[in-house]
């Protein structure tokens, strides 16, 4: 039996962009809803991009004692429901973190997914769920959700303190080993601007 792996499109180690405190970042490759003016459309095919171990994954992401959160995003997690799953509960296990999980899914949906599935199960580990696809006509440059069809739901109490809907965006520009991430929910007109500037 092959051992569980996740296939991700990046990930990042510390940032303050995508949710309170010091954060790390996984982004899943591969997602099914191909939305108009989607900001990363390199991360949708279902190709095989960076394997890595959930429990390594969870090790490397949480090396530095001052991360407090883990921020899940894609690509679309929930087609990997069980590798996240499994990555959430090493993350857990080395200390109390809280966990922000992007999905194009309505939350409605997931919740049609039998009790016992992977999908329910990755749900109990998640604080704050952002819902819905990206609606390039909604983007009202407002919060943490890139259009406002998408929603803010809290699964428990534990960062109901944090303005997710109205605060303002974020962006950071990460390089790694010679790539250029830019991590964070971009203000309109951001991303057309540092591609512009970097002659993408």
């Keep these: 039996m092959n051992p569980i ?4 499109a990046a990930i990042c180690n510390k940032t303050n962009a995508l949710g309170p405190g010091n954060r790390s970042v996984a982004w899943v490759q591969g997602c099914p809803f191909r939305c108009k003016g989607c900001i990363s459309p390199e ?23 001052t ?8 690509g679309e997690p929930v087609t990997q429901s069980t590798a ?23 939350y409605e949906n997931l919740l049609a997914f039998p009790a016992k599935s992977s999908v329910q199960r990755l749900l109990s580990l ?39 809907s109205s605060l303002t965006r974020k962006t950071e520009i990460q390089i790694s080993n010679g790539e250029l991430l830019l991590v964070g929910v971009p203000p309109v007109g951001v991303l057309p601007g540092v591609l512009e500037s970097l002659e993408i």
């Design 5 to 8: 792996k996740l296939n991700l």
């Design 43 to 65: 991360w949708i095919p279902f190709i095989q991009a960076h394997q890595w171990d959930p429990r390594e994954l969870a090790e490397y992401l949480l090396g530095d004692p």
């Design 67 to 74: 991360i407090t959160g883990i921020t899940i995003s894609g």
């Design 84 to 106: 996240v799953k499994c990555f959430l509960e090493h993350c857990k296990a080395i200390r109390d973190i809280d966990v922000i999980l992007f999905t194009g899914y309505y």
């Design 126 to 164: 998640v604080d704050v769920l952002i819902d819905g696809p990206y609606v390039e006509s909604e983007n009202d440059n407002r919060g943490m959700r890139g259009s406002a069809n998408q929603r803010i739901i809290y699964l428990t109490s534990r960062l109901k303190g944090y303005d997710f």
